[in-house]
């Protein structure tokens, strides 16, 4: 019958509505976990470059460190031995005021004459020092300085890299947690409200609505005829 026809007819394209949706939001579920299995890969590479130019750059700047410690304390080795060469001077200018020194006093004088050599050769020795590493840590921090303004680039580079794709990382988790709702049993919003079914009552005709309209007209026009008569009679 026409009823079960239009039943079966919704109740197909219901079906056919929830099952294509389902289908729809698996396949984009599908797609999505795949993309973020390549982008959580790239991120993981990314950020295993940011800590090795990290690592590389902590080791600089230890390099550094180390070599101006030693410069610092070089020279403070340095101004030690400068001070105690100039009070050595000092001392041994008031033998040479002397015209006649006894004997301890010229074993005196040589002593300190030797000890001057001695701190002279030690002055030298902390000069050179001093200039050697004074000239590693300029030619280190050069060198540092041209492999890190390349690094330094990349290093950026990779970090806007690994900002854009985290946004988009997250963007799919979002839309993966939303489409897995979706994807669950209740899919779409197409339902069957009430189903075909027939009439306990005949819509048509209203026998009760009939008769009292006939009722009605019946009067109207009986009225209408006395009246009529009445009037033809004068």
Known sequence: SAMKIANEIAKSYVFYTKDARKKE???????ISEQLKRYK?????????ILEFESKKGNYDFEIESLQEFLNQQTEN???????LDSLKDDIKIYKNQENLSFSDTKLFNDLQNQIIIKDSEYYDAITKESLYNTLLIEKKKE???VTLTDELKYQSVKQNVKAKENIFNYLLSKSEEIGIISQERIGNVKIIEE????????????L???IIG????????VGIIFLKDILMN
């Open 209 to 211: 609505l009939n008769i």
């Open 144 to 146: 540092i300085l041209n």
């Open 215 to 222: 009722f009605v007209i019946a009067i109207i026009g009986s």
């Open 41 to 49: 890969k790239e991120l993981d590479l990314l950020n295993t470059e």
């Open 78 to 84: 340095k101004e030690k031995i400068k001070n105690d």
């Open 25 to 31: 939001a698996i396949e984009v579920t599908s797609f």
């Open 196 to 207: 075909a079914s027939f009439p306990e009552y005949p819509i048509k005709p209203n026998l």
